[in-house]
């Protein structure tokens, strides 16, 4: 089974800086990767994903990510924070073949103003 | 709304009553997913239904819990005897197809809370 890991929990940046959320994930095999934001009381909207080609991924609201193999990473990014931007950030993969969805515990995002 | 609809909002239950948790893939979706969100945790995959058939239930719990899919309907996902573990956002998602490459669009979940 997939493991995947998001670093810090909680993640505060001010508006306009940029915005780094890491996941890690623990695979042989290149999996499909995903990043999902969910705002309060919602459920989760895809943000972006990579299955194959280009690993430097362009998703909504600005952001992107980009899968290297060699470090088994798939970061998200967004080069200035809006107030908008807060909210939780789950990172998702899913094994070539496979059925699941494996999420990070999630990493909550505050902007501050 | 063409999204994943999910109800109740929201779902307050005693310890021992059944909860009933009904989900309705986008149009076009033949692929249904549940999970479960724990506070402060990521989501948990319990089952993976196309129409009529449970394809993968490996993260379903053994006992008091059930899905299904029916030709016509939402899927359901059922827990007898509830208790105040199960106290917890569930979450449906639906896909258009089969793959793991394929993007599951998520619905605004269910909130159970056990009394």
């Known amino acids: 089974a997939q493991s995947v890991t998001q670093l810090g929990s909680h993640v505060s940046v001010s508006e306009g800086a940029l915005v780094l959320l890491r996941c890690n994930y623990s695979?042989?095999?290149?999996?499909?990767l995903f990043w999902y934001v969910q705002y309060p009381n919602q459920g989760l909207q895809l943000l972006l994903k990579?299955?194959?080609?280009?690993?430097l991924v362009k998703g909504i609201n600005g952001f992107e990510a980009e899968f290297k193999k060699s470090e088994t990473s798939f970061h998200l990014t967004k080069p200035s924070a809006h107030m908008s931007d807060a909210a939780e950030y789950f990172c998702?993969?899913?094994?070539?073949?496979?059925?699941?969805?494996?999420f990070g515990t999630g990493t909550s995002l505050t902007v501050i103003p | 709304n063409a999204g994943v609809m999910q109800n109740p909002r929201h779902l307050v239950r005693r310890r021992g009553q059944e909860a009933r948790l009904r989900c309705s893939p986008m149009?076009?979706?033949?692929?249904v997913y549940w999970y479960r969100q724990l506070p402060e945790e990521g989501l948990k995959f319990m089952v993976y239904?196309?129409?009529?058939?449970?394809?993968?239930e490996s993260g379903m719990p053994k006992e008091r819990f059930s899905a299904e899919f029916p030709k016509e309907g939402p899927s359901i996902l059922r827990i007898q005897q509830v208790v105040r573990g199960d106290s917890a956002a569930y979450f449906c998602?639906?896909?258009?197809?089969?793959?793991?490459?394929?993007?599951?669009?998520f619905g605004d979940g269910t909130r159970l809370s056990i009394l």
């Open positions: 990579y299955t194959t080609g280009a690993t």
């Open positions: 239904l196309q129409k009529e058939n449970i394809i993968d």
């Open positions: 998702a993969v899913s094994d070539q073949g496979g059925n699941q969805f494996y």
């Open positions: 149009k076009g979706h033949s692929h």
């Open positions: 998602a639906s896909s258009q197809g089969q793959g793991a490459s394929q993007p599951q669009h």
């Open positions: 695979s042989s095999v290149p999996p499909y």
